[in-house]
């Protein structure tokens, strides 16, 4: 497995959302791609973060329904909006350490509207995890 990415294959959108926060939060608290440095008082971002989303494939018109869902989220739910770009033909976004770094030093914050359902949503991905073997 690769230390830097999330893999949101197979997730419905609240689901995978709700990982993405999840994520976004422990970068911002130095736990994920980062660290925090005594010396800058701040974290520090060290690496880019890849969002596996899949091409389609298994989506009822063929084309990705998480890929754009995410890249529209990573627009509208971080302040400062993050910047993504499609890679590896279409099926991972990339966030650039640069970005992330950025967000992080201008306060990390996430959108409270978007934390409506996330609690429930993280619950249900648990959940469907579980069921049907796919992590604990």
């Known amino acids: 497995n690769d230390r830097n990415a999330i893999d949101l294959h197979g997730c419905d959108r609240l ?4 990982v993405l926060r999840y994520t976004l939060r ?14 800058l008082d701040s974290t520090v971002v060290t690496r880019d973060l890849h969002i596996i989303t899949g091409i389609g494939r298994h989506s009822q018109n063929g084309k990705s329904v998480l890929r754009p869902h995410m890249s529209w ?18 099926g991972i976004l990339m966030v ?28 249900v991905y648990s959940q469907q ?8």
């Open 129 to 136: 995890r579980r069921s049907t073997g796919r992590g604990s």
């Open 26 to 39: 422990g970068i911002a608290r130095g736990d994920f791609i980062s660290t925090y440095s005594r010396k």
């Open 73 to 90: 989220y990573l627009l509208n739910a971080p302040d400062p909006p993050l910047a993504s770009h499609v890679i590896q033909d279409g």
């Open 15 to 18: 689901s995978a959302e709700c």
């Open 96 to 123: 650039p350490s640069s970005e992330l770094q950025r967000w992080v030093w201008k306060g990390a914050n996430l959108d409270p509207w978007m934390d409506r359902d996330v609690d429930n949503g993280w619950h």
